[in-house]
């Protein structure tokens, strides 16, 4: 690809999708596109939940839609590279978005029974891909799901 | 049977989750009791214990879930899976939920409709066939 034959794989840091980095709010994880990472990203979803005032139930729903959300990117990694995840929160809502590069051309299949435990547990999700403009080397692909916040009674 | 938990470690010092699978028999029933965090990456362990138990084809197959603190799709695909080769074999799966945790996800997933769910043990290994 690209002319590159590089065997050893370096975490990457290329263009994530974080080109607003504007909010001060807003909580970005790097971490290798690995699955022994979903314990730290399920523990920071539940800690940014919980201090969002979310319920004890949405709170694990929360945590249960980023760790499918994750799972679903870190499959679809190319290996040895960076997923890239971001936290946001308004007054409405908590919104999660996550980036692999990969060699898919095609977003995720939402016929999983791993997007369906996702858009049950979430109250939107979308994923899709757009090529990698930068390197060349095959696609971003992205998961993006948001939680309202529990009305205030 | 004591299958321990993993202690993966990456190169870099990262634990990843930790699952533990514990056999016991009680009879002609089979109960795996399983301990800890079933996401993507550990849900093989309790594939490859499930696959270990139906094997020896036990009348009844129980996997307790009493001690599992997150339970992923890939859990609840390896919990379907089971209850597919128990089947097979004409012998009975249940599962045992009795956190709100793992209750809370079997139902908003359906589950609870599609497995047989126990509250406590003691029900789900007295429970005649079915």
Redesign the interface.
């Known amino acids: 690809m690209n002319g590159r034959h590089d065997t050893e794989v370096k975490v990457t840091e290329t263009q994530p999708p974080s080109q607003d980095v504007g909010a001060q709010d807003d909580i970005e994880l790097r971490l290798g596109a690995s699955l022994v990472h979903l314990p730290i990203i399920r523990s920071v979803a539940a800690n940014i939940a919980m201090r969002a005032d979310f319920d004890l139930d949405a709170i694990s729903d929360l945590r249960l839609a980023v760790d499918e959300a994750c799972s679903t990117l870190i499959t679809r990694a190319v290996p040895g590279t960076t997923m890239v995840c971001r936290f946001t929160i308004d007054d409405n809502e908590l919104r999660f978005r996550g980036a692999v590069t990969s060699a898919d051309d095609e977003a995720p299949s939402t016929a999983s029974f791993g997007w369906r435990v996702l858009t049950t547990l979430a109250d939107s999700a979308n994923a899709w891909v757009e090529p990698a403009v930068h390197d060349g080397q095959g696609n971003w692909v992205h998961v993006e799901l948001a939680k309202r916040k529990p009305e205030l009674t | 049977m004591s299958i321990p938990g993993p202690s993966?470690r990456?190169p870099?010092g990262?634990?990843?989750?930790v699952v533990s699978v514990r056999t016991e028999r009680r009879g002609d029933v089979l109960v795996l009791a399983v301990a800890g965090?079933i996401?993507?990456?550990t849900a093989p362990r309790l594939d490859d214990a499930i696959a270990g138990a139906t094997r020896a084809r036990p009348r009844v197959l129980v996997v307790d879930l009493s001690e599992v603190v997150?339970?992923?799709?890939?859990g609840?695909?390896a919990l379907m899976r089971a209850a597919d080769d128990t089947t097979a074999y004409a012998g009975s799966f249940r599962v045992v939920a009795s956190t709100p945790?793992t209750q809370?996800?079997l139902e908003?997933?359906g589950l609870d409709d599609e497995l047989e769910v126990h509250r406590d043990l003691e029900a789900a290994c007295r429970e005649p066939n079915s």
């Open positions: 993966a990456e870099n990262t634990h990843a989750a965090e996401d993507m990456a997150f339970l992923s799709a890939a609840m695909s945790l809370r996800v908003l997933m």
